[in-house]
């Protein structure tokens, strides 16, 4: 089974979020609805990045990796192709 690493983008505020799924789609419509707490906050949320795995574990590895970053300027450059995970 294929899992995703994915990045949303707040549409209503400069605001990132790095998830992980086998089903990216389905949880962007959970983060726009039914998510509470930090995605909750910033809605409506888009798909701006997506890289697909093909297990869980290298998904879960890749959005550790990113989250590790704690820079919004390293993750624009990998939603815009200058660095790759």
């Known amino acids: ?23 990216p789609e389905r949880r962007l419509k959970y983060h726009n609805n039914y ?9 409506p949320w888009k798909i701006v990045y997506i890289k ?10 890749a959005e550790r990796k990113i989250k590790s970053w704690k820079s919004k300027k390293k993750v624009i450059k990998l939603i815009n192709g200058e660095i790759e995970i």
């Not at 093909?54 to 590895?61: D, F, I, N, Q």
């Open 1 to 23: 089974m294929s899992y995703f690493v994915y990045i949303l983008k707040s549409q209503s505020a400069d605001k990132y979020y790095i998830g992980s799924s086998s089903d």
């Open 52 to 61: 697909e795995y093909s297990s869980k574990t290298e998904a879960l590895s």
């Open 35 to 43: 998510e509470r707490g930090f995605t909750s906050r910033y809605r």
